[in-house]
């Protein structure tokens, strides 16, 4: 297995971390401010969040991606994103170990669907209940319906695989399953279960700064910072980690712990 330098360098290489290619700094704090004043598309289907203010935005983001909002392009800490893959990891395997729940989905499947795919087959082998179904009533206008793939869902018209931020979509992926005790999602998958009360572990890139806000608040939400709009095979450094996940976990700070250096601990959740 490579090492946590030379996976740092690969994640770089491969844009997975890094200088965001698409967010630039002003692109990033607009959605914070957006988050801070209640916007429902920024929230991803989390509830809203009382009492927020733009420093806890920015305690967050820095607690969560590793960015103090300097330069003109936004950037994930590289070591953030192995750090939370690797917590992500060996918390599939405790939930798997005991014969747990696991429910995947994602907004992403032109990037993310294949690497859910992978953890889904490895939680399976390590004795986990990895919850599915054929697919969902039709949702909406449009009629379209979730879908799984492997036992990971997505949003589908039959035809074509959407990347939407539909929280109809994943309310009703949601109510299809039953309870899950741990989640592995992303975009309003994620937010939608999150805001629900159950467990869950979130792939998020920069934009997704409600489910970063949720982490940071103390909520049970993991967060693994990424970009989540890579080609599938740029991410195949990070599923090396899951033959040996404890080599590199190591937690990054808290968010109390960083709060509270700040003079400002986090707020409640609603």
Request: hydrophobic share 45%; aromatic share 6%; charged share 20%.
């Amino acid at each position: 297995m490579q090492s946590a330098t030379s996976l740092r360098e690969q994640l770089k290489q491969q844009h997975v971390a890094g200088r965001s290619l698409r967010f630039g700094r002003d692109e990033i704090v607009g959605l914070m401010r957006q988050l801070v004043h209640g916007t429902p598309a920024v929230r991803l289907g989390l509830p809203p969040f009382v009492g927020l203010t733009t420093e806890h935005v920015e305690l967050a983001m820095n607690d969560v991606y590793g960015w103090e909002g300097d330069g003109p392009r936004a950037r994930i800490a590289a070591m953030h994103t192995i750090q939370g893959f690797s917590a992500a990891c060996a918390r599939m395997q405790e939930v798997a170990s005991s014969g747990g729940r696991l429910a995947f989905a994602t907004a992403r499947p032109a990037s993310l669907l294949p690497v859910y795919q992978r953890l889904a087959e490895h939680v399976d082998a390590a004795g986990a209940t990895v919850l599915a179904a054929r697919e969902t009533a039709p949702i909406g206008p449009s009629a379209r319906r979730v879908r799984w793939i492997q036992r990971v869902a997505v949003l589908s018209d039959g035809t074509t695989l959407y990347g939407d931020d539909d929280v109809a979509a994943a309310e009703e992926w949601l109510f299809t399953l039953a309870r899950p005790d741990l989640v592995v999602a992303d975009r309003t998958f994620a937010g939608i279960a999150a805001g629900s009360g159950i467990e869950t572990i979130a792939f998020a890139d920069l934009d997704a700064v409600a489910l970063a806000v949720a982490a940071w608040q103390g909520r049970a939400v993991r967060i693994v910072p990424l970009d989540d709009r890579r080609p599938p095979d740029a991410y195949a450094g990070l599923l090396e980690l899951l033959e040996s996940p404890a080599t590199a976990t190591v937690d990054p700070p808290r968010a109390g712990e960083l709060a509270g250096a700040a003079g400002t601990a986090p707020p409640p959740g609603p």
